[in-house]
């Protein structure tokens, strides 16, 4: 019999080394080698797996399953595929095993689902039912901590989605590490896509996150899944964020919206409003701009503050938007708007939390600034957006003509926008002023 060969694998980055030793060689930590024991392969080769023709593929699209909340399937794409793993994290308390649970008590009934949780009592879970009023005859509850209890359960019950909470307590019994570790959540997952790929199972895994707000665990894990979710939320907000920033059945960096109430979570249909605070556009220093998000339009509201420094060294601050973009706009804002704020600080805000990692912000940004530099609102119910070079052009974006039409049905009568985004279709009501350079929108916006 082989002996079984023992390897240091380092709980950061998941390298391995033949011996301990105080630095990791590969990500630099310390202290973070363990001892884990690797399984020695035998020669016995593994089942042949059936082999199918394209052709007799192409005819099928593929049947999608409805989660209940129409935010959360767009987050998905258009609902959950059979065999897909899905991977959600999230800070301590964010929501992660409350809105899953919800999840599983809104699937059709004729939907068998299997929640398996490895942190919480059966009569915990029960309890937060009750709390939220969730029932589904045809979920299944498991506390266990042992993978393949977990799966045969699922086999056994024939269920066709699986809910793992979570999978840093998962243990598999070919690995003697303790749950958590490197080893165990790779081997883990592993068997889990191997088992949804096979069974035609949907599985979703509760993943903690570290510190840094990164899953924890190796990055290999989020490569062998085929989503992954990220929940945003402000703890001065009753509004929460749920962000694919990996999909391979829809559009990546696709957001829902969701608001926690007292009986669970509810989706927020148009996110566009609480982006926006009521008259508030109207004052100086505050501006509309549309950003893209995943596969829809959204309206978010740009406010910026110009105040004089108090010392030598002037601030460039932003919560919402890169920082160092901040600071290249407000030079291109010197060098093209004959604009200087050397003795000012700026601060720039996207209202609600959201983060904007587009261009298209630059010139609504822009127009912000020199609003509240000047003390002097923009035009009423104006809406702007487009990218800014850095010799003082404006640049267009990708979806103009649906950013401008979206701007129309939550009733904004006016934007600056590049020349190159102008439809030609204009919608009725609404004035389009295409720019081409910086110093034609700071003229046109305070007209």
């Not at 949907?202 to 490569?223: N, W, Y």
């Not at 749920?242 to 829809?250: D, E, L, M, P, Q």
């Amino acid at each position: 019999m082989a002996r079984s060969k023992i390897a240091y694998v380092c709980t950061d980055c998941g390298a391995h080394s033949v011996k301990w030793q105080g630095q990791c060689p590969e990500c630099a930590a310390w202290n973070t080698l363990s001892q884990t024991t690797l399984q020695v392969l035998t020669g016995t080769p593994s089942s042949l797996s059936p082999v199918s023709k394209l052709g007799a593929l192409l005819d099928d699209p593929g049947e999608r399953y409805p989660t209940g909340f129409g935010e959360f399937d767009r987050v998905l794409g258009s609902g959950l595929v059979p065999g897909s793993v899905v991977l959600l994290g999230g800070d301590p308390g964010v929501g992660k095993s409350t809105l899953l649970q919800q999840v599983a008590a809104k699937l059709p009934v004729e939907l068998k689902a299997c929640y398996a949780t490895g942190e919480e009592s059966l009569r915990q879970i029960a309890q937060r039912s009750q709390r939220l009023g969730l029932d589904n005859p045809g979920l299944s509850l498991l506390s266990e901590t042992s993978l393949e209890n977990v799966l045969q359960q699922a086999v056994d019950l024939d269920a066709r989605v699986l809910f793992i909470d979570s999978i840093q307590t998962m243990v598999s019994a070919n690995l003697p590490s303790a749950p958590g570790s490197v080893a165990q959540l790779r081997e883990c997952v592993g068997r889990i896509v191997q088992f949804a790929k096979q069974k035609e199972v949907a599985v979703f895994l509760i993943g903690h996150v570290t510190k840094e707000g990164a899953i924890a665990g190796p990055r290999v894990v989020e490569h062998m899944v085929d989503t992954v979710l990220y929940f945003e939320s402000d703890p001065a907000s009753r509004y929460t964020v749920v962000r694919a920033v990996k999909n391979r059945f829809g559009a990546s960096n696709e957001m829902g919206v969701f608001a926690m109430t007292s009986s669970g979570f509810r989706e927020v249909r148009n996110p566009s409003a609480i982006f926006l605070s009521g008259d508030s556009t109207d004052r100086a220093g505050s501006i509309v701009s549309v950003v893209w998000e995943g596969s829809r339009p959204l309206l978010v509201e740009i406010q910026a503050l110009v105040a004089g420094a108090n010392t030598n060294y002037s601030r460039r601050l932003a919560q919402g938007i890169d920082q160092n973009r901040l600071a290249l706009l407000v030079a291109v804002l010197q060098k093209h708007g004959g604009i200087s704020l050397a003795g000012e600080d700026v601060f720039v805000n996207v209202v609600g939390g959201l983060k904007i990692g587009e261009t298209a912000a630059d010139l609504p940004s822009i127009l912000a600034i020199v609003s509240s530099f000047r003390d002097r609102p923009c035009r009423h119910k104006l809406m702007s957006f487009g990218e800014l070079g850095l010799a003082g052009e404006v640049r267009p974006v990708k979806f103009g003509a649906e950013r401008i039409a979206e701007a129309a049905k939550q009733g904004f009568t006016a934007a600056i926008v590049p020349q190159s985004n102008v439809p030609r279709d204009l919608p009725s009501g609404m004035k389009i002023i295409g720019v081409s350079k910086l110093e034609d929108a700071l003229t046109q916006a305070f007209a």
